[in-house]
T-cell receptor
Framework: NAGVTQTPKFQVLKTGQSMTLQCAQD?????MYWYRQDPGMGLRLIYY???????DKGEVPNGYNVSRLNKREFSLRLESAAPSQTSVYFCASSSWVGTDTQYFGPGTRLTVL | GESVGLHLPTLSVQEGDNSIINCAYS??????FIWYKQESGKGPQFIIDIRSNMDKRQGQRVTVLLNKTVKHLSLQIAATQPGDSAVYFCAENRGSNYKLTFGKGTLLTVNP
């Protein structure tokens, strides 16, 4: 039982490049989330998927898109990376949205030059 | 507005001492609270949670106290060990709201 896994662990992009961050969970959770973590800002929600087939915006969705590929997988795409998107990205999952504990992956450290 | 904050950004304790990490929240509608531990280079790790119908909940070496009157949450770690050194976040959730609001974290350093 690996929990929540993320790939890649590290990535360097040039401004304007695109990439997709992958996330998978093996806990049979219905809800999945993408956060970014910046120094002094705490964790901020980018997008979430309450259940397979649905996605919704969080606090900071601009510049990102997501796909809930199936119940296990939830990907985050940067279409045209900007230096302001340099951050550590965490994927999380929970049984359901609301009052359920979210379990986090190990993170992807992204640098945009 | 909504906010989850911390009284102390850093805390340094001696190995074996008890640690107390505090968190204030401003949303009286919040009904679920979680403490996470984040070690350097890793994702947040669930420690313990508490719902608003409780005042206290205990885990292994950890206790969470909830004071709804003053909107205050605390995490107590007994017999703190070097492996407890990490950033600790509190988070709150308003029931049906998807949003988990995180505090900025307290860095706990355990000195041997």
């Amino acid at each position: 039982n690996a929990g929540v896994t993320q790939t890649p662990k590290f990535q360097v992009l040039k401004t304007g490049q695109s990439m997709t961050l992958q996330c998978a969970q093996d806990m049979n959770h219905n809800s999945m989330y993408w956060y970014r973590q910046d120094p002094g800002m705490g964790l901020r929600l980018i997008y979430y998927s309450a259940s397979e087939g649905t996605t919704d915006k969080g606090e900071v969705p601009n510049g990102y898109n997501v796909s809930r590929l199936n119940k296990r997988e939830f990907s985050l795409r940067l279409e045209s990376a900007a230096p302001s998107q340099t951050s550590v990205y965490f994927c999380a999952s929970s049984s359901w949205v609301g009052t359920d504990t979210q379990y986090f992956g190990p993170g992807t450290r992204l640098t945009v030059l | 507005g909504e906010s989850v904050g911390l009284h102390l950004p850093t805390l340094s304790v001696q190995e074996g001492d008890n640690s107390i990490i505090n968190c204030a929240y401003s949303n009286s509608a919040s009904d679920y609270f979680i403490w996470y531990k984040q070690e350097s280079g890793k994702g947040p790790q669930f420690i313990i949670d508490i719902r608003s119908n409780m005042d206290k909940r205990q885990g292994q070496r950890v206790t969470v106290l909830l004071n709804k009157t003053v909107k205050h949450l605390s995490l107590q770690i007994a017999a703190t060990q070097p492996g407890d050194s990490a950033v600790y976040f509190c988070a709150e959730n308003r029931g049906s709201n998807y949003k988990l609001t995180f505090g900025k974290g307290t860095l706990l350093t355990v000195n041997p």
